[in-house]
């Protein structure tokens, strides 16, 4: 699956200023509910099982939206102008993250965690 629209909707995230990047960073700005509250969380599809579990478990527990995408953290990475890897990125804007909902939905993807679900 092409993910490019996707990733060119993140990346305008990142010139907003409002993308999130690394596990660490979006568990801690899933748990602030401030101006920086995160809207949509984007996982990479090779994140560990163990960052996979962390990530749905703190967005189901905070009610945010998650999709986890078929492209690998090398080139989530590249998307949001990062060398090395990024399995995560949380947008912290509620316009910017319809757009990529929009985005992922046209690329048929299902998100993991709905908000309202806490199954």
Not at 58 to 71: A, G
Request: contains cysteine; proline residues 3%.
């Amino acid at each position: 699956m092409d993910d490019s629209r996707i990733l060119s909707a993140i990346g305008l995230c990142v010139k907003a200023h409002k993308l999130i990047v690394g596990t660490d960073l979006v568990c801690e700005g899933l748990r602030h509910q401030g101006p920086n509250r995160i809207f949509l969380v984007v996982e990479a599809g090779d994140t560990s099982p163990a960052t996979h579990k962390k990530i749905t478990d703190k967005c189901r527990y905070y009610n945010v939206c998650k999709f986890r995408l078929e492209t690998d953290a090398v080139g989530l990475a590249h998307a949001v102008g990062k060398s090395g890897s990024t399995g995560v990125v949380g947008i912290a804007d509620k316009s910017l993250s319809t757009v990529v909902n929009n985005a992922l939905e046209k690329q048929s993807y299902v998100p993991d965690v709905l908000p309202g679900n806490k199954n």
